[in-house]
């Protein structure tokens, strides 16, 4: 059964516009959710992440926002640009070093 | 530069033919991960190791075996490859801090 959850498989933005990526999970004992960002033919990079004793977490251009009641986060990168067109997966973390991830939403920003 | 490598990028085996993919790190990790990722589906963790104890998913076929000879080297085994097997797969590593840091993943496919 699939822990952590990205219900959208894709998302077009118009650049310059606020891209909203949203993830839920299930498992309440996660400890820290991650975001990954993959271009085609590499592997996923990690972009930024929250502790679930957090509610918000900035960096740069992206900020993840983590729900714990909702057991909902998301991420939001505003600007979009063109170059932030990828396949996003959303991770989840248990303690004991297990990641269980998302099934990822590709972004596409429209120039 | 620190980074996870992975040979080969691209495998091409016979149904039935063992097949060794490799991974090795310069980051000094010591937890190491072995991901099954196919088109449109999220990384599926095949097994991973925290230094050298190894730990297997429940639902991993035994078909896939691992091997950890050292720190800084991980190898997944795949006795008898059939076409299900057909994937990209993705070796990680995480270290003190939460995230996990990808190599660029081998795609084998299985004829």
């Known amino acids: 059964d699939q822990q952590v959850k990205q219900n959208s498989p894709s998302l077009s933005v118009q650049e310059g516009r606020i891209s909203i990526l949203n993830c839920d999970y299930t498992?309440?004992?996660?400890?820290?959710f991650l975001w990954y960002k993959k271009y085609p033919a590499e592997g996923p990079t990690f972009l930024i992440s929250?502790?679930?004793?957090?509610d918000k977490n900035e960096d740069g251009r992206f900020t993840v926002f983590l729900n714990k009641s909702a057991k909902h986060l998301s991420l939001h990168i505003v600007p979009s640009q063109p170059g932030d067109s990828a396949v996003y997966f959303c991770a989840a973390r248990e303690t004991g070093n297990q990641f269980y991830f998302g099934t990822g939403t590709s972004l596409t920003v429209i120039p | 530069d620190a980074m996870v490598i992975q040979n080969p990028r691209y495998q091409v085996t016979q149904f039935g033919k063992p097949v060794t993919l490799s991974c090795s790190q310069t980051l000094n990790h010591n937890v190491m991960y072995w991901y099954q990722q196919k088109s449109s589906q999220a990384p599926k963790l095949l097994f991973h190791?925290?230094?050298?104890?190894?730990?297997n998913e429940a639902d991993t076929p035994d078909n896939f075996q691992s091997r950890r000879p050292n720190t800084s080297f991980c190898f997944l085994d795949i006795r008898s490859p059939g076409l299900g097997d057909a994937a990209m797969y993705l070796c990680?590593?995480?270290?003190?801090?939460?995230?996990?840091?990808f190599g660029p993943g081998t795609r084998l496919t299985v004829l």
């Open positions: 990680a590593t995480s270290g003190l801090a939460h995230e996990q840091f």
């Open positions: 190791y925290y230094d050298k104890d190894f730990n």
């Open positions: 929250i502790s679930s004793i957090k």
């Open positions: 498992n309440s004992m996660f400890d820290y």
